[in-house]
Protein backbone atom coordinates (compact mmCIF):
# COMPACT_ATOMS: atom_id res chain seq x y z
CA UNK A 1 0.00 0.00 0.00
CA UNK A 2 1.02 3.48 0.06
CA UNK A 3 3.12 4.84 2.68
CA UNK A 4 5.34 8.00 3.69
CA UNK A 5 8.52 8.46 5.25
CA UNK A 6 9.38 11.46 7.16
CA UNK A 7 13.01 12.04 8.65
CA UNK A 8 12.48 11.80 12.24
CA UNK A 9 12.16 14.32 15.03
CA UNK A 10 12.44 16.75 17.05
CA UNK A 11 14.57 19.03 14.92
CA UNK A 12 16.05 22.04 16.89
CA UNK A 13 17.42 24.73 14.61
CA UNK A 14 18.47 28.48 15.36
CA UNK A 15 16.57 31.36 13.92
CA UNK A 16 17.84 32.04 10.53
CA UNK A 17 19.22 28.88 9.70
CA UNK A 18 18.12 26.51 6.78
CA UNK A 19 15.89 23.82 6.84
CA UNK A 20 15.43 20.27 5.21
CA UNK A 21 12.39 18.14 6.56
CA UNK A 22 13.38 14.64 4.31
CA UNK A 23 9.88 12.83 2.99
CA UNK A 24 10.12 10.03 0.73
CA UNK A 25 6.80 7.96 -0.26
CA UNK A 26 5.84 4.77 -1.68
CA UNK A 27 2.83 4.70 -4.22
CA UNK A 28 1.84 3.29 -7.64
CA UNK A 29 1.24 5.56 -10.14
CA UNK A 30 1.28 9.68 -9.92
CA UNK A 31 -0.06 10.47 -6.01
CA UNK A 32 -0.48 13.91 -5.36
CA UNK A 33 2.12 15.44 -2.25
CA UNK A 34 0.97 17.70 0.78
CA UNK A 35 3.34 18.99 3.46
CA UNK A 36 0.62 20.12 6.47
CA UNK A 37 1.61 21.94 9.88
CA UNK A 38 -0.05 22.40 12.91
CA UNK A 39 1.03 24.84 15.15
CA UNK A 40 0.60 24.59 18.98
CA UNK A 41 -2.97 24.77 19.96
CA UNK A 42 -4.21 24.58 16.22
CA UNK A 43 -5.69 22.51 13.99
CA UNK A 44 -3.64 21.22 10.76
CA UNK A 45 -3.13 23.53 8.03
CA UNK A 46 -1.72 22.93 4.32
CA UNK A 47 1.52 25.04 3.90
CA UNK A 48 1.99 23.38 -0.33
CA UNK A 49 1.56 21.04 -2.04
CA UNK A 50 2.40 19.44 -5.96
CA UNK A 51 -0.02 17.77 -8.07
CA UNK A 52 2.80 16.01 -10.68
CA UNK A 53 6.09 15.12 -11.51
CA UNK A 54 8.39 18.35 -11.41
CA UNK A 55 6.10 20.23 -9.91
CA UNK A 56 7.30 23.12 -7.00
CA UNK A 57 5.14 23.65 -4.11
CA UNK A 58 6.06 26.95 -1.98
CA UNK A 59 4.18 28.87 0.93
CA UNK A 60 5.21 31.26 3.19
CA UNK A 61 9.18 30.89 2.10
CA UNK A 62 8.77 26.87 2.32
CA UNK A 63 9.25 25.40 -0.95
CA UNK A 64 9.12 21.31 -1.93
CA UNK A 65 9.57 19.72 -5.14
CA UNK A 66 8.11 16.64 -6.60
CA UNK A 67 10.74 14.19 -7.93
CA UNK A 68 9.36 11.61 -9.57
CA UNK A 69 12.99 9.47 -9.82
CA UNK A 70 13.80 9.87 -6.19
CA UNK A 71 10.26 9.61 -4.91
CA UNK A 72 10.76 12.47 -2.72
CA UNK A 73 9.01 15.50 -1.64
CA UNK A 74 11.56 17.19 0.38
CA UNK A 75 10.15 20.50 2.64
CA UNK A 76 13.15 23.33 2.66
CA UNK A 77 13.51 27.07 4.22
CA UNK A 78 16.25 28.90 3.45
CA UNK A 79 15.94 31.12 6.81
CA UNK A 80 13.94 30.01 9.58
CA UNK A 81 11.67 32.22 12.33
CA UNK A 82 10.84 30.95 15.70
CA UNK A 83 7.36 31.52 14.70
CA UNK A 84 8.00 28.35 12.29
CA UNK A 85 8.24 26.12 14.81
CA UNK A 86 5.27 23.74 14.80
CA UNK A 87 4.76 19.57 13.62
CA UNK A 88 5.16 19.47 10.14
CA UNK A 89 3.71 16.43 7.94
CA UNK A 90 3.98 14.81 4.84
CA UNK A 91 1.18 13.53 3.34
CA UNK A 92 0.06 12.00 -0.08
CA UNK A 93 -3.34 10.72 -1.62
CA UNK A 94 -4.63 9.06 -4.18
CA UNK A 95 -7.90 8.26 -6.14
CA UNK A 96 -9.92 7.88 -3.06
CA UNK A 97 -8.82 11.36 -1.98
CA UNK A 98 -7.76 9.77 1.51
CA UNK A 99 -4.53 11.44 2.75
CA UNK A 100 -2.06 9.15 4.06
CA UNK A 101 0.85 11.13 6.19
CA UNK A 102 3.96 10.26 7.63
CA UNK A 103 4.56 10.21 11.21
CA UNK A 104 5.23 14.10 11.54
CA UNK A 105 8.23 15.68 12.29
CA UNK A 106 8.64 18.47 15.44
CA UNK A 107 10.32 21.28 14.61
CA UNK A 108 11.70 23.99 17.42
CA UNK A 109 13.63 26.97 16.75
CA UNK A 110 15.62 29.53 19.12
CA UNK A 111 15.65 32.86 18.53
CA UNK B 1 -16.00 31.86 6.37
CA UNK B 2 -15.93 29.67 9.21
CA UNK B 3 -13.18 26.57 9.39
CA UNK B 4 -14.08 23.21 10.26
CA UNK B 5 -15.38 22.83 13.89
CA UNK B 6 -14.77 19.86 16.51
CA UNK B 7 -16.57 19.22 20.04
CA UNK B 8 -15.28 19.01 22.44
CA UNK B 9 -11.42 19.66 22.19
CA UNK B 10 -10.81 17.50 25.12
CA UNK B 11 -12.90 14.00 26.75
CA UNK B 12 -11.23 12.55 29.54
CA UNK B 13 -13.25 9.44 30.01
CA UNK B 14 -12.98 5.84 32.25
CA UNK B 15 -12.41 2.12 29.86
CA UNK B 16 -15.63 1.15 29.13
CA UNK B 17 -17.46 4.61 28.72
CA UNK B 18 -19.05 6.30 25.94
CA UNK B 19 -17.50 9.34 23.79
CA UNK B 20 -19.49 10.90 20.93
CA UNK B 21 -17.36 13.46 19.11
CA UNK B 22 -18.57 16.42 16.98
CA UNK B 23 -17.66 17.52 13.45
CA UNK B 24 -18.67 20.26 12.01
CA UNK B 25 -17.40 21.01 8.35
CA UNK B 26 -17.23 24.21 6.08
CA UNK B 27 -20.77 25.26 4.93
CA UNK B 28 -21.33 23.45 1.63
CA UNK B 29 -18.56 20.88 1.93
CA UNK B 30 -19.95 17.54 0.55
CA UNK B 31 -16.43 15.54 1.90
CA UNK B 32 -15.80 14.89 5.56
CA UNK B 33 -13.04 13.03 6.36
CA UNK B 34 -12.21 11.54 10.19
CA UNK B 35 -8.08 10.88 11.01
CA UNK B 36 -6.62 9.68 14.37
CA UNK B 37 -3.14 10.26 15.81
CA UNK B 38 -2.52 7.60 18.55
CA UNK B 39 0.32 8.13 21.00
CA UNK B 40 2.43 10.52 18.54
CA UNK B 41 2.47 8.52 15.25
CA UNK B 42 0.94 9.11 11.93
CA UNK B 43 -1.82 10.31 10.87
CA UNK B 44 -4.04 7.58 10.06
CA UNK B 45 -7.52 7.85 7.99
CA UNK B 46 -10.48 6.38 9.51
CA UNK B 47 -13.12 6.81 7.02
CA UNK B 48 -14.82 9.71 4.45
CA UNK B 49 -18.60 10.83 3.73
CA UNK B 50 -19.95 12.08 0.94
CA UNK B 51 -23.02 14.09 2.04
CA UNK B 52 -24.64 11.40 3.95
CA UNK B 53 -23.06 8.39 2.35
CA UNK B 54 -20.03 6.66 4.02
CA UNK B 55 -17.65 6.38 0.84
CA UNK B 56 -14.86 4.79 2.71
CA UNK B 57 -14.43 3.41 5.59
CA UNK B 58 -11.65 1.58 5.37
CA UNK B 59 -9.77 2.97 7.99
CA UNK B 60 -12.30 2.19 10.76
CA UNK B 61 -10.33 0.20 13.24
CA UNK B 62 -13.57 -2.28 14.59
CA UNK B 63 -16.98 -2.24 15.14
CA UNK B 64 -16.68 -0.20 18.49
CA UNK B 65 -16.71 2.74 16.25
CA UNK B 66 -19.45 4.15 14.50
CA UNK B 67 -19.72 7.26 13.01
CA UNK B 68 -23.09 9.09 11.50
CA UNK B 69 -23.60 12.26 9.33
CA UNK B 70 -27.24 13.36 9.08
CA UNK B 71 -28.59 15.25 6.24
CA UNK B 72 -25.19 15.61 4.92
CA UNK B 73 -24.29 18.40 7.39
CA UNK B 74 -22.74 17.58 10.76
CA UNK B 75 -20.52 14.22 11.52
CA UNK B 76 -20.56 12.64 14.90
CA UNK B 77 -17.72 9.87 15.57
CA UNK B 78 -19.68 7.70 18.86
CA UNK B 79 -16.89 5.19 20.45
CA UNK B 80 -18.54 2.55 22.82
CA UNK B 81 -17.55 1.40 24.55
CA UNK B 82 -13.97 3.08 24.49
CA UNK B 83 -10.53 0.50 25.39
CA UNK B 84 -7.02 2.64 26.61
CA UNK B 85 -5.80 2.36 22.67
CA UNK B 86 -8.20 4.67 21.75
CA UNK B 87 -6.80 7.36 23.48
CA UNK B 88 -5.13 10.02 20.87
CA UNK B 89 -6.56 12.98 18.91
CA UNK B 90 -9.48 12.32 16.61
CA UNK B 91 -9.31 15.01 13.41
CA UNK B 92 -11.98 15.84 11.15
CA UNK B 93 -11.67 17.48 7.60
CA UNK B 94 -13.66 18.77 4.83
CA UNK B 95 -13.06 19.70 1.41
CA UNK B 96 -15.51 20.67 -1.36
CA UNK B 97 -14.37 18.37 -4.64
CA UNK B 98 -14.21 15.22 -4.89
CA UNK B 99 -10.94 15.40 -7.40
CA UNK B 100 -8.65 14.06 -5.92
CA UNK B 101 -6.27 17.13 -5.63
CA UNK B 102 -8.22 19.08 -3.67
CA UNK B 103 -7.41 20.96 -0.22
CA UNK B 104 -8.70 19.37 2.45
CA UNK B 105 -9.45 21.72 5.83
CA UNK B 106 -8.93 20.34 9.14
CA UNK B 107 -10.62 21.35 12.32
CA UNK B 108 -8.47 21.79 15.95
CA UNK B 109 -9.31 18.23 16.61
CA UNK B 110 -10.33 16.30 20.12
CA UNK B 111 -8.25 14.69 22.57
CA UNK B 112 -9.55 11.77 23.85
CA UNK B 113 -8.27 10.14 26.89
CA UNK B 114 -9.47 7.24 28.27
CA UNK B 115 -8.11 6.09 31.78
Known amino acids: GNSVTQMEGPVTLSEEAFLTINCTYT??????LFWYVQYPGEGLQLLLKATKADDKGSNKGFEATYRKETTSFHLEKGSVQVSDSAVYFCALSQGAQKLVFGQGTRLTINP | EAGVTQFPSHSVIEKGQTVTLRCDPI?????LYWYRRVMGKEIKFLLH????????ESGMPNNRFLAERTGGTYSTLKVQPAELEDSGVYFC?????????????FGPGTRLTVL
Open chain 2, 27 to 31: SGHDN
Open chain 2, 93 to 105: ASSQDDYYTDTQY
Open chain 2, 49 to 56: FVKESKQD
Open chain 1, 27 to 32: ATGYPS
